[in-house]
């Protein structure tokens, strides 16, 4: 147990010091006023609610951000170690594959964590309640699936670019899918043709394999309706799920490449 945890926090505090270094820090000092000013500002342009308008601003874009950058520190600091030839050098100091992938996830999803929680903070300015604390629980959630997944592709995609639209692909499709299946089940009403039967079954496939992401943080839990314990257990399994999956993946994926 020593040797491992010596071969851990290494691995670790590299993933933090690359953070520091790629002026991480700075961009989340710069988002998080940059964030509260665009909030006052749609403040004063509304009539009522202005609360409520300025949580829902500060809630809707602390997600998209906090997933943008975790998802993009993650696959650009595994190609920049690729690059510089330092996984090679790691795994010459006969550490494990496994311990290096899961102490690699072990840095990017605690940093993802750290992100969200910064960039929260302008949501709990606004609401400072349970509801809040819950909706910023199950953004971890959330940031937890996205690090994971970006990590194994990052492992199989050697491009940063090709890398990132993967992810993206897969966020945006994991995001509205469900919208997608309702079009589709609401076009077979209409017109019960093979074509249509065929997307639906497709649809309904995909919808199987991916998470609901709508499904977390939502910004409703926030303003009107907070999310119930059952929700946040639904949240935390599928999180838990996603995760083994893609890092199982992952760890696959390395096991066979010849470094």
């Not at 749609?42 to 202005?50: N, P, R, S, V």
């Not at 009403?189 to 995909?206: V, W």
Request: aromatic share 10%.
């Amino acid at each position: 147990m020593f040797m491992i945890r010596n071969k851990v926090w290494p691995i670790i505090l590299l993933a933090y010091r690359e953070a520091f270094s790629s002026q991480l820090l700075w961009v989340l000092l710069l988002l998080v006023p940059l964030t509260l000013g665009l909030a006052e500002l749609l403040g004063t342009m509304a009539l009522t609610e202005k609360t409520a308008i300025k949580a829902g601003f500060s809630a809707g874009l602390t997600r998209w951000a906090a997933l943008f950058i975790a998802c993009l520190f993650t696959i650009t600091s595994i190609a920049r170690e690729r690059d510089n030839k330092l996984n090679e050098l790691l795994f010459s100091l006969s550490i494990n594959r496994s311990t290096f992938y899961l102490s690699k996830f072990a840095a990017y999803g605690s940093i993802g964590l750290l992100i969200g929680s910064a960039l929260s903070l302008t949501v709990l300015l606004y609401r400072p309640t349970a509801s809040t604390g819950l909706w910023i629980i199950s953004l971890y959630f959330e940031l937890l699936i996205m690090v994971s997944f970006s990590l194994m592709v990052s492992v199989v995609v050697n491009s940063v670019i090709g890398a990132a639209s993967v992810v993206l692909g897969f966020y945006l499709l994991a995001r509205s899918i469900e919208a997608l299946l309702l079009i589709a089940n609401s076009t077979l009403e209409f017109e019960y043709t093979l074509a249509n039967q065929m997307i639906t079954l497709c649809l309904t496939g995909i919808s199987w394999l991916l998470p609901k992401l709508n499904q977390f943080a939502q910004i409703d839990s926030v303003l009107s309706s907070p999310m119930d314990i059952g929700k946040i257990l639904h949240n935390a399994l599928t999180a838990l799920a996603y995760v083994l999956l893609t890092c199982l993946m992952g760890l696959i994926d390395l096991s066979r490449k010849r470094l």
